[in-house]
């Protein structure tokens, strides 16, 4: 049946599973399994020619061989999440930490150089900064908010723009919202690549993917994921997700099976689920963040909130950016509270129903404190430049009741001791 004109929301219903394939099951089962069984040992033999990419099978696609290589649920999956980005192939990860550094090691060697943007994921700008200069890769970050000539005079100051290989983006950065022009990555990987090697831009897109930035039609070659967050959505597993072409999706899964990286059986299972309901969650929970962040803005004790509705109240230019590249205004949202750590802390001692961790994306609402939490291996001079101060509290809005959420922040900033109280002020 042609389903290609159904809307990705229709697919996660059905797209890529067949039930007479499975007893007749509604639901793909979970293939908890290790292995696969051949039906002679010629399909075996064919099996891992195509699995190592022999002559011979161009344009046919391995069978079941073992559960790191391939998997009913893992590929079902992948067919699924591919979807929402338009993307031709998708790979999934037991992490997104492992899709990212899978995805890094598959495409960078020895002396090339990462342009990357700051700040990024706190775990992203460890593996970057700690592990792949251990393996003589060069890193050279940006921050989001700088121009094109900026980034570039950053580039060519390091002496090595010549090796650039990659240029690897997160946006809205975490935890500030800061936006990073997509397509002007893409003009400057273009700008660098010539017939030996092709820069390639990456963008990680957990805070507003699948659902509300496409990356790949802004000019990105691969766009990654955290499916620990809105993409599984329920705060119960971790998983991760590369998307992009056929080919660079291929490198990356050759990589994976010798890294052991991919996902298990039950969490594809548990994800596939997931996607039946994302874009339901996903609108609910920005509809309920809209609310929040307006409360907000009245309140006498915030200082500054840093959502993206209120992105162009004094900055074009990441209007434009805005404007350009986000379908809506997302789910999260952070606020520098009015003093300084003690009052944050004060607040997130004192919330009832919202809950004191990390992470995000998920049904319900959390919060947390990104300048020890999150962000704490960041150096001190770096956050300063990002804005992320120890009065910053970080809000992951979920799918309750708004008024309840409301009244939650409300109570807990009237439990703040704040010597004067000033109006709040927009980015
Ligand atoms: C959580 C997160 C990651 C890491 O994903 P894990 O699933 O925890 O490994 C990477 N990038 C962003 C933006 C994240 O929020």
Same mark, same amino acid.
């Given at each position: 049946?042609?389903?290609?004109?159904?809307?990705?929301?229709?697919?996660?219903?059905?797209?890529?599973?067949?039930?007479?394939?499975? @007893?007749?099951?509604?639901?793909?089962?979970?293939?908890?399994?290790?292995?696969?069984?051949?039906?002679? *040992? @010629?399909?075996?033999?064919?099996?891992?020619?195509?699995?190592?990419?022999?002559?011979?099978?161009?344009?046919?696609?391995?069978?079941?061989?073992?559960?790191?290589?391939?998997?009913?649920?893992?590929?079902?999956?992948?067919?699924?999440?591919?979807?929402?980005?338009?993307?031709?192939?998708?790979?999934?990860?037991?992490?997104?930490?492992?899709?990212?550094?899978?995805?890094?090691?598959?495409?960078?060697?020895?002396?090339?150089?990462?342009?990357?943007?700051?700040?990024?994921?706190?775990?992203?700008?460890?593996?970057?900064?700690?592990?792949?200069?251990?393996?003589?890769?060069?890193?050279?970050?940006?921050?989001?908010?700088?121009?094109?000539?900026?980034?570039?005079?950053?580039?060519?100051?390091?002496?090595? *723009?010549?090796?650039?290989?990659?240029?690897?983006?997160?946006?809205?950065?975490?935890?500030?919202?800061?936006?990073?022009?997509?397509?002007?990555?893409?003009?400057? *990987?273009?700008?660098?690549?010539?017939?030996?090697?092709?820069?390639?831009?990456?963008?990680?897109?957990?805070?507003?993917?699948?659902?509300?930035?496409?990356?790949?039609?802004?000019?990105?070659?691969?766009?990654?994921?955290?499916?620990?967050?809105?993409?599984?959505?329920?705060?119960?597993?971790?998983?991760?997700?590369?998307?992009?072409?056929?080919?660079?999706?291929?490198?990356?899964?050759?990589?994976?099976?010798?890294?052991?990286?991919?996902?298990?059986?039950?969490?594809?299972?548990?994800?596939?689920?997931?996607?039946?309901?994302?874009?339901?969650?996903?609108?609910?929970? *920005?509809?309920?963040?809209?609310?929040?962040?307006?409360?907000?803005?009245?309140?006498?004790?915030?200082?500054?909130?840093?959502?993206?509705?209120?992105?162009?109240?004094?900055?074009?230019?990441?209007?434009?950016?805005?404007?350009?590249?986000?379908?809506?205004?997302?789910?999260?949202?952070?606020?520098?509270?009015?003093?300084?750590?003690?009052?944050?802390?004060?607040?997130?001692?004192?919330?009832?129903?919202?809950?004191?961790?990390?992470?995000?994306?998920?049904?319900?609402?959390?919060?947390?404190?990104?300048?020890?939490?999150?962000?704490?291996?960041?150096?001190?001079?770096?956050?300063?430049?990002?804005?992320?101060?120890?009065?910053?509290?970080?809000?992951?809005?979920?799918?309750?009741?708004?008024?309840?959420?409301?009244?939650?922040?409300?109570?807990?900033?009237?439990?703040?001791?704040?010597?004067?109280?000033?109006?709040?002020?927009?980015?």
């Amino acid at each position: 049946m042609d389903r290609s004109h159904f809307s990705p929301e229709t697919q996660m219903l059905g797209y890529g599973y067949e039930p007479a394939l499975s @007893e007749g099951s509604v639901k793909c089962p979970i293939f908890q399994t290790s292995t696969f069984v051949f039906h002679s *040992a @010629e399909e075996g033999k064919s099996f891992f020619e195509m699995a190592y990419g022999r002559p011979g099978h161009e344009g046919e696609v391995p069978g079941l061989i073992y559960s790191r290589i391939n998997n009913p649920g893992m590929e079902i999956l992948e067919e699924r999440l591919k979807l929402w980005d338009g993307g031709e192939a998708c790979a999934a990860f037991s992490s997104g930490m492992s899709a990212i550094a899978t995805t890094l090691f598959t495409f960078l060697s020895p002396g090339d150089v990462l342009l990357y943007s700051n700040p990024v994921y706190g775990g992203t700008h460890k593996f970057i900064n700690n592990i792949l200069t251990q393996f003589g890769i060069e890193v050279i970050g940006f921050r989001a908010g700088q121009s094109k000539k900026e980034v570039e005079e950053i580039l060519v100051q390091s002496g090595h *723009a010549g090796k650039l290989k990659m240029i690897y983006v997160e946006t809205p950065a975490n935890p500030t919202n800061d936006l990073i022009d997509i397509a002007l990555c893409s003009e400057i *990987a273009k700008k660098y690549s010539d017939v030996e090697k092709n820069v390639l831009v990456a963008v990680d897109n957990t805070y507003m993917g699948p659902l509300w930035q496409h990356p790949l039609k802004h000019g990105a070659d691969l766009v990654l994921y955290s499916a620990t967050k809105y993409i599984g959505g329920h705060s119960d597993v971790i998983a991760g997700a590369a998307v992009g072409s056929g080919e660079l999706i291929s490198k990356i899964k050759k990589t994976r099976t010798f890294f052991g990286t991919m996902i298990d059986p039950h969490t594809s299972w548990l994800l596939l689920r997931s996607l039946e309901t994302l874009k339901l969650r996903m609108e609910a929970a *920005a509809m309920n963040a809209e609310k929040v962040a307006d409360f907000l803005s009245a309140h006498p004790r915030v200082e500054k909130i840093y959502y993206l509705g209120y992105t162009g109240k004094n900055n074009p230019v990441q209007q434009d950016i805005y404007e350009k590249q986000y379908l809506s205004n997302g789910a999260m949202l952070s606020f520098d509270i009015l003093g300084g750590e003690k009052q944050a802390f004060t607040f997130l001692n004192n919330l009832r129903h919202i809950k004191l961790a990390v992470s995000l994306g998920g049904t319900e609402s959390l919060a947390e404190h990104p300048a020890t939490m999150t962000h704490v291996d960041i150096p001190d001079e770096e956050k300063e430049l990002y804005h992320i101060s120890p009065k910053m509290i970080r809000l992951s809005i979920g799918v309750e009741n708004y008024q309840d959420l409301i009244w939650d922040i409300s109570q807990a900033l009237e439990k703040v001791q704040v010597p004067l109280a000033k109006p709040a002020e927009f980015i």
